[in-house]
């Protein structure tokens, strides 16, 4: 499942503003930055240094953080998020990323009920 347009941040005036927010949190993984929305729901955007290898490299390492976010979508809050991928991505299964991302943006997992 693909994260729809209206959820994807695209333009460069929206990173600016995300970025001169200076607003971000971190982990050995993903720094994210944040900014409070208007909007009735969370906008996010996907960042790979081209560091961390070629195009290909780059684009799977971008459906991998959009897949692990999706399922973390409906406990996130109305913010716009810049997602930078950090070293060592490249080398995580996709529970390690959902995991760092869960981390990162303080996700609360919602507790199963025992009855």
Same mark, same amino acid.
């Given at each position: 499942?693909?994260?729809?347009?209206?959820?994807?941040?695209?333009?460069?005036?929206?990173?600016?503003?995300? !970025?001169?927010?200076?607003?971000?949190?971190?982990?050995?993984? !993903?720094?994210?930055?944040?900014? $409070?929305?208007?909007?009735?729901? !969370? %906008?996010?955007?996907? *960042?790979?240094?081209?560091?961390?290898?070629?195009?290909?490299? %780059?684009?799977? =390492?971008? %459906?991998?953080? %959009?897949?692990? =976010?999706? $399922?973390?979508?409906?406990? =996130?809050?109305?913010?716009?998020?810049?997602?930078? *991928?950090?070293?060592?991505?490249? *080398?995580? *299964? !996709?529970?390690?990323?959902?995991?760092?991302?869960?981390?990162?943006?303080?996700?609360?997992?919602?507790?199963?009920?025992?009855?």
């Amino acid at each position: 499942m693909a994260i729809k347009k209206a959820l994807r941040i695209k333009k460069k005036i929206d990173f600016d503003k995300i !970025f001169s927010a200076r607003k971000s949190t971190a982990n050995k993984k !993903f720094v994210v930055y944040q900014l $409070p929305s208007e909007t009735t729901h !969370f %906008r996010a955007a996907i *960042s790979v240094s081209k560091k961390l290898g070629n195009a290909v490299t %780059r684009n799977r =390492l971008k %459906r991998l953080v %959009r897949h692990a =976010l999706m $399922p973390l979508s409906n406990n =996130l809050s109305t913010k716009n998020y810049n997602i930078v *991928s950090r070293k060592g991505v490249k *080398s995580l *299964s !996709f529970d390690e990323v959902q995991k760092n991302l869960t981390h990162v943006l303080k996700v609360e997992k919602k507790k199963k009920k025992t009855e």
